[in-house]
């Protein structure tokens, strides 16, 4: 049967299907590490403010550190009984230091404790998923060097547009990571606050130094309120939301490297490495890990979704819905993660572009019909006139069964004097793509530029 767990204002222990229900420590065990990193830290907080002595603190740090050699050497695996891990350590202590270790708890709550773990292991989290992000850009930025002369059709609406340079379509994804990267700083400093001192809700009548422990953990700041510092979960709904954005730019490449993979676009050739087969059809090759990636990214929005939900409407300060934060940031911690590296090795070896192909598939289309526009509108004709005048040639090329390149200069002069026979240059496709030469275009110039700069963002 279930121990007491509680004061002896209580009577008699859990239902056991109530203890099962309530407890964490099924998945906040994820936490020990970051628990005993607190609570040696509240241990000489304590002995520094003379609230116990120096030995006794020493004893909690020397036990406490023994939890941490039980739990790595795999010696350490409480159950239900336990209810949460800050029990859990705070039980195993008092059995290896005696009782000494019934003092740890003074002058702290489990309120104030798992609102410091949580912080503490999100700052980790972060700090590798920004390492993470360094390296997909930089697995883009060298295929993006490789591809600067590569030519891809770009689209909108899924039509063709007007053609890119393959490296520029490349960057674009570099430029949507370098956001994500600098987002997770943001919340990062907004991550890094110590609320370990709040007490239950109101603070505590123990002369502690907050700014000790806070200075211990290498924390920038401390809670200024404790109520909010113990009720707060801000801080991880703006994880979950920057992990979502992260999820969003990753299933926009998986998607595209799904289709670009298809027989219809054949743009990309998938390596054994990383693709799967079908246990049916013997020719297929499969894009199971940008689809995964694609598909796991509804589970990160379901837990911000959670989040927000469990915050709403929630009175102050704690109350045990902010037990239901945890398993929702593990989970997006590990699908990040593990999406990051997953797209990461099959940028990096599981890839190939079809290079020959990419460069002429631009050669197929009207995507050059734009620049035949603003042909004419540089030589002084108004662009919509232009533009209408185009819309004709495509319409009259189409049912030809030509492109705008197998015009005759006298096709092209019947249509408007101004044309001359520079057009066929200036609708080549690498004319094209080279003529786009704005700041943050796909012109041949601005995308070194770019890959220049692209460097020392990443400096
Ligand atoms: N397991 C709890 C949680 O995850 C720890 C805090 C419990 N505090 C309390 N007053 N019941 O939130």
């Given at each position: 049967t279930q121990p007491k767990t509680w004061s002896d204002r209580f009577e008699s222990a859990l239902h056991p299907a109530i203890a099962r229900f309530n407890a964490s420590i099924g998945f906040d065990i994820e936490l020990i590490e970051y628990d005993i990193t607190g609570s040696i830290a509240h241990a000489k907080m304590l002995a520094h403010t003379g609230i116990i002595s120096k030995e006794e603190a020493m004893q909690l740090v020397t036990g406490l550190e023994q939890i941490r050699i039980e739990y790595r050497e795999g010696h350490f695996n409480p159950g239900i009984e336990a209810e949460d891990v800050h029990f859990a350590v705070e039980r195993r202590l008092t059995e290896l230091v005696g009782d000494v270790g019934k003092k740890l708890h003074t002058a702290r709550s489990r309120n104030d404790q798992v609102g410091t773990d949580i912080r503490l292991y999100l700052r980790d989290q972060i700090t590798e998923i920004r390492q993470q992000l360094r390296e997909y850009q930089g697995v883009l930025l060298r295929h993006a060097e490789k591809h600067v002369e590569t030519l891809i059709p770009g689209y909108t609406h899924l039509q063709r547009a007007q053609p890119l340079s393959l490296a520029h379509h490349l960057l674009a994804y570099f430029q949507m990571a370098q956001r994500d990267w600098e987002r997770l700083g943001e919340i990062y400093k907004r991550t890094n606050i110590s609320p370990l001192g709040s007490g239950a809700l109101a603070g505590t009548t123990f002369p502690i130094d907050r700014h000790f422990t806070a200075s211990e953990l290498e924390f920038g700041g401390v809670y200024a309120n404790s109520l909010d510092g113990v009720s707060d979960r801000d801080f991880a709904i703006e994880f979950l939301c920057a992990s979502s954005l992260i999820m969003v730019h990753l299933s926009r490449l998986s998607e595209e490297l799904i289709l670009w993979a298809s027989q219809e676009f054949g743009f990309i050739t998938l390596k054994d490495n990383c693709s799967t087969g079908s246990s049916i059809m013997p020719q297929k090759k499969n894009p199971d890990i940008p689809e995964l990636v694609r598909g796991k990214t509804g589970r990160v929005f379901g837990h911000l979704q959670a989040l927000l939900t469990i915050m709403?409407?929630?009175?102050?300060?704690?109350?045990?819905?902010?037990?239901?934060?945890?398993e929702g940031i593990f989970d997006s911690v590990k699908t990040v993660q593990g999406s990051l590296e997953a797209m990461t090795i099959l940028l990096r070896e599981g890839l190939e572009f079809r290079t020959e192909r990419l460069s002429t598939a631009v050669e197929e289309d009207f995507s050059n019909a734009t620049d035949v526009a603003d042909y004419l509108a540089a030589k002084g004709v108004p662009f919509r006139e232009a533009y209408n005048l185009v819309g004709k040639v495509v319409k009259t090329s189409l049912a030809a069964g030509?492109?705008?390149?197998?015009?005759t200069l006298e096709e092209w002069q019947a249509l408007h004097?101004?044309?001359?026979?520079d057009i066929y240059q200036a609708i080549a496709p690498r004319q094209v793509v080279a003529a786009r030469n704005s700041y943050g275009g796909t012109g041949f110039e601005q995308v070194r530029n770019a890959i220049e700069s692209a460097k020392t963002q990443l400096l």
């Open positions: 709403k409407g929630l009175p102050l300060a704690y109350n045990k819905d902010l037990q239901e934060d945890k030509k492109l705008l390149k197998d015009l004097p101004a044309f001359a026979e």
